[in-house]
């Protein structure tokens, strides 16, 4: 089955600096790559997400890009602010237009960003 | 919209006891699953539904049993809890992307 690598767990950087977070994965058949964002006491929600025929998304201050021949997928966070502390989870599925997959999380970063 | 709602938002079981914990979305969503939260261990995917009648197993199954009779709701029940079974239980339902998260439900397991 699917197994899903995030490095590194813990990330700290200081204000307006960039943060990156990588993961790779094992299934070659995995198509759709979501990253969530878990705050403090709250649930995870998606806060970016790529597909296999992209490789690269950008959503104001963060990106995701995506190598499907070294199954890697990377989220960067540009000019980080204090809000952005919080726990960060890559995940990956093989999803279809009829059907859908089980997702897959990584173990997680908790991203600190020091004022 | 309430999104997707769990309960008992906190729970405390003694070892061997049995219950159930809730999940419900009013989104029509197919896929719906259930994940325990545990410090470094990131989300691990326990049972997971494609839709009303099929349910799969997920990375850790093992203890827990699911169902599904309806799109709206995706129950999880422990059969007999452990104190391993220790953790924060999230449901979550989507459309084949983006999956929306309940609340979570905090187990304790004496």
């Known amino acids: 089955g699917e197994n899903v690598e995030q490095h590194p767990s813990t990330l700290s950087v200081q204000e307006g600096d960039s943060a990156v977070i990588k993961c790779t994965y094992s299934d070659s058949a995995s198509n759709y790559f979501p990253w969530y964002k878990q705050e403090l006491g709250k649930r995870p929600q998606l806060i970016i997400d790529?597909?296999?025929?992209?490789g690269e998304k950008k959503d104001q201050r963060i990106a995701v890009t995506l190598n499907k021949t070294a199954k890697h997928f990377s989220l960067h966070i540009t000019e980080t602010q204090p809000e952005d502390s919080a726990v960060y989870f890559c995940?990956?599925?093989?999803?279809?237009?009829?059907?859908?997959?089980?997702?897959?999380f990584g173990p997680g970063t908790s991203l600190s960003v020091i004022p | 919209n309430a999104g997707v709602t769990q309960t008992p938002k906190f729970q405390v079981l003694k070892t061997g006891q049995s219950m159930t914990l809730q999940c419900a979305q009013d989104?029509?969503?197919?896929?719906m699953s259930w994940y325990r939260q545990d410090p470094g261990m990131g989300l691990r995917l326990i049972h997971y539904?494609?839709?009303?009648?099929?349910?799969d197993q997920g990375e850790v199954p093992n203890g827990y049993n699911v169902s599904r009779s309806t799109t709206e709701d995706f129950p999880l029940r422990l059969l007999s809890a452990a104190p391993s079974q220790t953790s924060v239980y999230f449901c979550?339902?989507?459309?084949?992307?983006?999956?929306?998260f309940g609340p979570g439900t905090r187990l304790t397991v004496l």
């Open positions: 539904s494609v839709g009303a009648g099929i349910t």
């Open positions: 790529i597909r296999s025929n992209v």
């Open positions: 979550a339902s989507g459309r084949g992307d983006e999956q929306f």
């Open positions: 989104m029509n969503h197919e896929y």
């Open positions: 995940a990956a599925s093989t999803t279809k237009k009829t059907s859908y997959d089980k997702v897959i």
